[in-house]
Nanobody
Framework: QVQLVESGGGLVQAGGSLRLSCATSGRTSSNYAMAWFRQAPGKLREFVAGIARITGSTYYSDSVKGRFTISRDNAKNTVYLQMNSLKPEDTAVYYC?????????????????WGQGTQVTVSS
């Protein structure tokens, strides 16, 4: 069992930056495939960024590639999402997800554990 706790959301102007954190309890985060998803009102939850179990290789959705960076600090059991050049369309609740078995996935169904979410609002 692992618990995920997100933090770092807030209100920012377009073009600004935020860094989200996802603290994991239990086993170290390097033993899990980790990812960030987001869900805007009235929309489906969508994949944002992922970091593979063990290898730590990263992958992104086309909509955030070049602007967002996912990283992992194994000593702190924390995964981060650095978000730069934010746009109003990035406004959503951001969720951290983890899975102990898969290498990684862009599908929400590929993750067994989820955080409670943190709101990110980008004003124009």
């Amino acid at each position: 069992q692992v618990q995920l706790v997100e933090s770092g959301g807030g209100l920012v102007q377009a073009g600004g930056s935020l860094r989200l954190s996802c603290a994991t309890s239990g086993r170290t985060s390097s033993n899990y495939a980790m990812a960030w998803f987001r869900q805007a009102p009235g929309k489906l939850r969508e994949f944002v960024a992922g970091i593979a179990r063990i290898t730590g290789s990263t992958y992104y959705s086309d909509s955030v590639k070049g602007r967002f960076t996912i990283s992992r600090d194994n000593a702190k059991n924390t995964v981060y999402l650095q978000m730069n050049s934010l746009k109003p369309e990035d406004t959503a609740v951001y969720y951290c997800a983890a899975d102990p078995l898969r290498i990684g996935s862009r599908q929400a169904a590929g993750y067994d554990y989820w955080g409670q979410g943190t709101q990110v609002t980008v004003s124009s």
